[in-house]
């Protein structure tokens, strides 16, 4: 009980300083005029256009809500969309506590209101991820081959603000490394509990089973081409919902496509590093605006970078937050073992 505890502890509030210490070094990283000039870019800015990029992030959530009945309907499980809808946004607002906490909590919701099995819903919400990383691989690619030398130049850029070090003959041992000790001690653990517990070995193998079952879902869904147009909205959706507030500073509104491509896939990498992207996602998106600023405004352009990546960050975070406060209201608790609703059409 105290290990649990303690590791629950660990990946809530390790997280949360981490965001907090970048939001100071966002702040702490900038001068006096930089100040100025971030201060005077969030009065001034026209916030239309960061209105309109919540509908286009309200619009994303729809269809990915509605993209999920295409992996559900395969295993037998036909949920209603609002049903769907609200365990998917509750499960983002668990990932402001906990990261990567969202995922099984969307999958409890589920079976809290429709009686999925957490197994075969949180397997299709793995296909869904991996679908998500080869569109998100897809812009990666093509953000690539337009602008390469102006993202690894923000990449290296990025690396040296958030403390990480480059290779040099002292040999030292920087964030990556870190990174990749951390994740091979957990794989080392799991691997030795693995083979020496069989009580773990036979739920991990039954709950992997399970998982596959999610996963294989998304080769027998009846209708492939409305999962693939769901797939696109939601991808444009996000994009747009990223550029769109670029025109909310006058100065930001002209900066090349490239670069609102790099700060896109910058802030979406930068995410997964806080809970819901404190401290890092309007850090890395500063870094990436200010890159294309700095020409035109020498002076101004660490302060307008920082101020762009805040309004984008508190506009996602906002709505984010309010709408899974109110599916936290809504989503209903009564499914039973002796309610077969799920296996009846309700869309």
Same mark, same amino acid.
């Given at each position: 009980m105290l290990k649990k505890t303690t590791l629950t502890l660990v990946k809530t509030v390790l997280p949360l300083l981490i965001g907090i210490y970048l939001f100071w070094l966002f702040f702490s990283s900038m001068s006096e005029e930089h100040i100025s000039s971030f201060k005077k870019a969030l009065r001034e800015a026209n916030y239309f256009w960061v209105f309109l990029a919540m509908i286009l992030e309200f619009i994303s959530l729809w269809a990915r809500?509605? %993209?999920?009945?295409?992996?559900?309907?395969?295993? @037998?499980?036909?949920t209603p969309w609002k049903h769907r809808y609200h365990a998917?946004?509750?499960? /983002?607002?668990?990932?402001?506590?906990?990261? #990567?906490? @969202?995922?099984?909590? %969307? +999958? $409890?919701?589920?079976? #809290? +209101? =429709?009686?999925?099995?957490?197994?075969? +819903?949180? @397997?299709?919400?793995? $296909?869904? %991820? !991996?679908? =998500?990383?080869?569109?998100? @691989?897809?812009?990666?690619?093509?953000?690539?081959?337009?602008?390469? =030398?102006?993202?690894?130049?923000?990449?290296?850029?990025?690396?040296?603000?958030?403390?990480? +070090?480059?290779t040099d003959a002292t040999g030292g041992i920087g964030i990556k490394q870190i990174i990749y000790i951390v994740i091979a001690c957990l794989v080392i653990a799991v691997t030795l509990v693995y083979f020496l517990s069989k009580k773990f070995r036979e739920k991990l193998t039954k709950f992997i089973k399970e998982i596959l079952n999610g996963?294989? !879902?998304?080769?027998?869904?009846?209708?492939?081409g409305g999962f693939i147009l769901y797939t696109f909205v939601i991808w444009i959706c996000w994009v747009l919902m990223?550029?769109?507030?670029? /025109?909310a500073l006058k100065e930001t509104s002209n900066v090349a496509f490239t670069g609102m491509l790099i700060g896109f896939v910058v802030g979406t990498l930068g995410m997964s590093f806080t809970n819901g992207g404190i401290g890092v996602y309007p850090l890395v998106v500063g870094l990436v605006v200010s890159f294309y600023l700095k020409a035109d405004y020498p002076t101004e352009a660490r302060g307008l970078g920082n101020a762009l990546g805040m309004i984008i960050w508190l506009g996602n975070t906002f709505i984010m937050i309010l709408l899974g406060l109110i599916s936290l209201a809504l989503l209903p608790k009564n499914y039973s073992n002796n309610d077969d609703t799920t296996r009846e059409s309700t869309e």
């Open positions: 809500a509605a %993209r999920w009945k295409y992996m559900l309907e395969p295993m @037998g499980y036909s998917m946004m509750i499960g /983002y607002l668990v990932n402001y506590t906990i990261p #990567r906490a @969202g995922e099984p909590t %969307r +999958s $409890a919701m589920l079976f #809290r +209101s =429709d009686g999925v099995p957490f197994g075969k +819903s949180f @397997g299709t919400i793995l $296909a869904e %991820r !991996a679908v =998500d990383v080869l569109m998100l @691989g897809l812009i990666v690619g093509i953000t690539m081959l337009i602008g390469y =030398d102006d993202l690894m130049a923000i990449l290296n850029e990025i690396e040296t603000q958030l403390g990480g +070090s480059k996963v294989f !879902a998304i080769f027998k869904t009846k209708n492939p990223f550029i769109i507030p670029f /025109y």
